[in-house]
């Protein structure tokens, strides 16, 4: 399919493990986003890419979170020494262009324990 | 800054009735204006959004919202609910006021439509 995709789709870490998401966003897609979803709740901004540039983290909760993508494409979240406060559906989505809607993927649901 | 509000956790409303999710925004300067429906264990899909121009929006699966600068809200409508139509809503707003790229999402509306 033509979508973004997130792999893997859920992920069960013991506190302190390290973890990292995966996201493929739509090809020729400049902008990808990161968000965080608590139950219950909208998606919270964690940072944004622009091309290979991340030109906004202000919304990483913390130095233990840290994203990346080296080619403009793939974008790869990691999340060093997990907690349990950690534990959210984190979403990816890419865009086209400055004025239009997101694409978002199915998510991954990290529960931390 | 830019923020949103979506007053109501949740709507309930009978199958065959107009529903209404309300969206309320807050902005330095013009918005931009976006609704987003997510289904169970799935990724935010986009239903539809207001740039500019007319103030009625219509999208996909026959919702359709009106951009009221005045009241500042966003609302989003359909004449006629479906059981199928019993989703998570979410508002967004973009600030064009200071070029930021990051929209901002309200907290959502769990919109449960009923036999």
């Known amino acids: 399919g033509a979508g973004v995709s997130q792999s893997p789709r859920y992920k069960v870490a013991k506190r302190g493990q390290d973890v990292a998401l995966r996201c493929d966003p739509i090809?020729?897609?400049?902008?990808l986003f990161w968000y965080q979803q608590a139950l219950g709740q909208g998606p919270e901004f964690l940072t944004y890419?622009?091309?290979?540039?991340?030109?906004?983290k202000s919304g990483l909760p913390s130095d233990r979170f840290f994203a990346e993508r080296p080619e403009g494409s793939v974008s790869t979240l990691k999340i060093q020494r997990t907690q349990q406060e950690d534990s959210a559906v984190y979403l990816c989505?890419?865009?086209?262009?400055?004025?239009?809607?997101?694409?978002f993927g199915p998510g991954t649901r990290l529960t931390v324990l | 800054a830019q923020s949103v509000a979506q007053p109501e956790d949740q709507v309930n409303v009978a199958e065959g009735n107009p529903l209404t999710v309300k969206c309320t925004y807050s902005?330095?300067?013009?918005?931009?204006l976006f609704w987003y429906v997510q289904y169970p264990n799935r990724g935010l899909q986009f239903l539809l959004k207001?740039?500019?121009?007319?103030?009625l929006v219509k999208g996909s699966y026959g919702f359709e919202a009106e951009f009221n600068k005045s009241q500042t809200s966003f609302h989003l409508k359909k004449p006629s609910a479906l059981v199928s139509d019993s989703a998570l809503y979410f508002c967004?707003?973009?600030?064009?006021?200071?070029?930021?790229?990051?929209?901002?999402f309200g907290r959502g509306t769990s919109l449960i439509v009923h036999p």
């Open positions: 090809s020729g897609h400049v902008s």
């Open positions: 967004a707003v973009r600030d064009r006021a200071g070029g930021s790229y990051i929209p901002t």
């Open positions: 989505a890419s865009r086209l262009a400055g004025d239009g809607e997101q694409f």
């Open positions: 890419f622009q091309n290979e540039a991340q030109l906004d």
């Open positions: 902005v330095s300067g013009n918005p931009y």
């Open positions: 207001y740039i500019t121009g007319d103030n």
